[in-house]
């Protein structure tokens, strides 16, 4: 069977939507379904079809403009302090235990009950965890965990940044942490992390 560029840019842009839909992170699924609503506008343009046009350059312009909000700091992002006993924080840590292990294999649920537990929030839904041990002026997190779907929205980017006054003002100016699976390494060097012997250290803007 011979295909020619217009059934090419059709077929493209059908199997980009369908692997949109797949993607378990928000900032992926938009940014694959904006390509994808890209390629229905050249094959709109290719057979004359002005409502496949239309259509399709108005998802465009909603992709990107749900990247924006994702990526621009947009979002309503908070780190809340609750008890490491918390039955809320318990169960979300059971649920995600297998994908925290992909990461942190090493991470135990019951941490110890002096430990700080922080959920981090998006737009008012829990969206990771934070946990640790306070040493004086250090944190010495066990946990640093995001779910998939906000996993590329920055958000620890935030906290660590803009979002670090929940750490200061529990008298908190470091951060240190032993390195998890090999992505897990890559996240904390993004996040401004450096070696210091066995572990990552980030010590906080003011």
Same mark, same amino acid.
């Given at each position: 069977m011979h295909l020619d560029t217009t059934e090419l840019v059709g077929y493209l842009a059908s199997a980009l939507v369908v692997v949109s839909l #797949?993607?378990?992170?928000? %900032?992926?699924?938009?940014?694959?379904?904006?390509?994808?609503?890209?390629?229905?506008?050249?094959?709109? %343009?290719?057979? !004359?079809?002005?409502?496949? &046009?239309? =259509?399709?350059?108005?998802? #465009? %312009?909603?992709?990107?403009w749900f990247l924006r909000s994702e990526?621009?700091?947009?979002?309503?992002? #908070?780190? %809340? &302090?609750?008890? &490491?006993?918390?039955?809320?924080l318990v169960d979300f840590l059971r649920y995600h235990l297998p994908d925290i292990h992909r990461f942190q294999p090493g991470f135990e649920l019951g941490p110890e009950p002096s430990s700080l537990a922080m959920l981090l929030m998006r737009?008012?839904?829990?969206?990771?965890?934070?946990?640790?041990?306070? !040493?004086?002026?250090?944190?010495?997190?066990?946990?640093?965990?995001? =779910?998939?779907p906000y996993r590329d929205s920055r958000i620890s980017t935030w906290l660590y940044g803009k979002g670090s006054g929940v750490f200061r003002r529990l008298g908190i100016d470091r951060i240190s942490t032993e390195p998890g699976t090999e992505p897990h390494s890559a996240y904390l060097v993004r996040n401004g992390f450096t070696r210091a012997g066995s572990r990552f250290e980030r010590v906080l803007g003011r």
């Open positions: #797949a993607m378990t992170s928000v %900032v992926r699924l938009r940014a694959i379904s904006l390509v994808g609503s890209l390629a229905f506008v050249a094959y709109g %343009v290719l057979i !004359e079809s002005i409502p496949i &046009v239309v =259509t399709n350059a108005a998802i #465009a %312009v909603l992709n990107v990526l621009g700091g947009r979002r309503a992002l #908070a780190a %809340v &302090v609750v008890p &490491v006993d918390s039955p809320y737009d008012g839904l829990p969206a990771g965890a934070l946990i640790g041990r306070q !040493e004086g002026a250090e944190l010495r997190v066990q946990l640093d965990y995001v =779910t998939k």
